[in-house]
């Protein structure tokens, strides 16, 4: 699977709307199969999106306070009515409330952005009178489209994997879409961008504490899987940067989970060897990237078949990408690869991405399924191992969880890594150093899971 990443291994759960006859019938690029597994996938994903039409939704809309606002400035906030998620949020547990907001965030030369956001709140904190802790989720990749949001997907898109396990736990949870997932911001969303995914981060719970910092513990984590895994690594070590006075007023930050982390490598494709890419990411990232490096053209880069598949694809999110493009190897995608070790693409790394090694503000956990075929262990093992070669004193665990892969791996972890952060909150701080962990199981009679 080349570069990264997806939550592909939970399928939604909603039975597939009923869609009109497809405009895109004669496409060439797509035959009757292809054609059938799109819509069944858009009809899916469509039935588990709170506002399937935007035009209808006026709330993603930038507001005009936007003009003049700085990053942590809050634009808008909505607490959903229980009559709303009995409607449009229909797989929000009980006793959960849901709150979305947008603020302001910023790009890589730290101009102002609008972002959208949720948090999840339990029925009430631990104790009385007691603040709940707070974690910041940051998720796996949704998709390009402005409709793929988190915050606009009836199960907040990762469900028990993510914002309602943490709630569960009694966490405070503050979840950005990420800018341009939501909100429409110039060039689109930058997919894969972990530099400034960390300011949507921290800018989310700077935000998010100007209407409900009294329920708040000034103390905070961030946790997230795929994408979101590798947005975590980035906001630990953008966290540690000079210059980032703006970001700390997120308050305390005491340590991330890194599940899984997309950590984009030209060499990914070589693990393919030769197979099916699993997913369209690479694609995502590619379509951003000539946005902002016009000397890159679609057309000398994609085969005929793939050029063909774009006009479907962000009609949709990744369930509806992967129908596309899941079965496509690289040779099938691209008519060459050399993008990837490009000047343009060592520039995204730095600039966009963020790719380190870099210090860290904080402890880490990463935690990685050994057979894990969509982000590849052996590429989550090689970033840890040069953090801890450059910055040996940093707090840092890798925690392997054997035979299972992209999904499965991560909710395995989810004890260990769930007491990990309960520590962090009771002042526990694991021991400075590196080391590596391999889960041992009880028994072999595990459900394995039934992708990456």
């Known amino acids: 699977m080349l570069l990264l990443l997806p939550f592909l291994w939970a399928s939604q759960a909603a039975s597939a709307a009923v869609l009109a006859p497809s405009p895109n019938a004669a496409n060439p690029a797509c035959d ?9 996938a858009l009809a899916t994903e469509r039935a588990m999106w709170a506002t399937p039409n935007f035009a209808d939704d006026p709330f993603y809309t930038t507001p005009t306070n936007f003009t003049g606002a700085k990053p942590g400035d809050l634009l808008r906030w909505q607490d959903l009515t229980a009559e709303q998620l009995a409607t449009n949020w229909t797989k929000i547990p009980g006793g959960m409330s849901l709150s979305r907001f947008l603020y302001v965030t910023e790009d890589v030369d730290r101009q102002p952005l609008p972002a959208s956001a949720f948090v999840l709140l ?4 631990p104790k009385d009178g007691d603040k709940y802790n707070t974690l910041a989720w940051t998720h796996g990749t949704a998709g390009r489209a402005r409709q793929c949001a988190p915050s606009n997907n009836q199960q907040l898109y990762y469900e028990w994997l993510g914002p309602f396990f943490h709630a569960a736990q009694g966490y405070a949870v503050v979840a950005p879409d990420y800018a341009g997932q939501g909100t429409e911001i110039r060039a689109g969303f930058h997919y894969e961008a972990g530099y400034m995914h960390a300011a949507d981060v921290a800018y989310s719970l700077v935000a998010a504490r100007k209407v409900i910092g009294h329920l708040l513990s000034k103390e905070w984590v961030v946790a997230g899987h795929s994408e979101g895994g ?9 966290l540690a940067m000079p210059d980032q006075k703006e970001l700390l007023k997120a308050g305390k930050f005491l340590g991330a989970v890194a599940g899984s982390p997309a950590l984009p490598h030209p060499r990914s494709i070589e693990l393919a060897n030769g197979g099916p890419l699993g997913a369209p990411v690479s694609v995502y990232l590619l379509q951003n990237m000539v946005q902002i490096y016009p000397e890159l053209k679609l057309e000398e880069i994609l085969t005929e078949r793939a050029l063909g598949l774009l006009r479907l694809l962000d ?11 899941a079965n496509m190897t690289a040779a099938e995608t691209y008519k060459s690869t050399a993008w990837l070790t490009s000047p343009q693409f060592a520039d995204w790394q730095t600039r966009y991405n963020g790719a380190g090694p870099h210090a860290l503000a904080a402890p880490m956990l990463v935690v990685q399924g050994i057979a894990d075929s969509l982000t590849y262990a052996a590429n989550c093992e090689w970033d840890f191992n040069q953090t801890c070669a450059a910055f040996p004193e940093s707090s840092v665990e890798m925690y392997l969880v054997p035979e299972l892969g992209h999904g ?5 972890g989810q004890p260990y890594f769930s007491a990990w952060i309960a520590r962090l909150f009771e002042g526990k701080n ?23």
């Open 32 to 40: 009757a199969n292809c054609m059938e597994a799109f819509e069944a």
């Open 122 to 125: 339990p029925l009430a904190p």
């Open 230 to 238: 590798m947005t975590a690594w980035r906001t630990n070590e953008r």
């Open 315 to 325: 009609q949709g999110c990744l369930d509806t990408g992967v129908a596309l493009f």
């Open 408 to 412: 499965p791996g991560f909710q395995a």
């Open 430 to 452: 694991p021991d400075s150093g590196c080391k590596k962990v391999t889960a041992k199981p009880v028994n072999f009679r595990y459900q394995h899971g039934r992708t990456g």
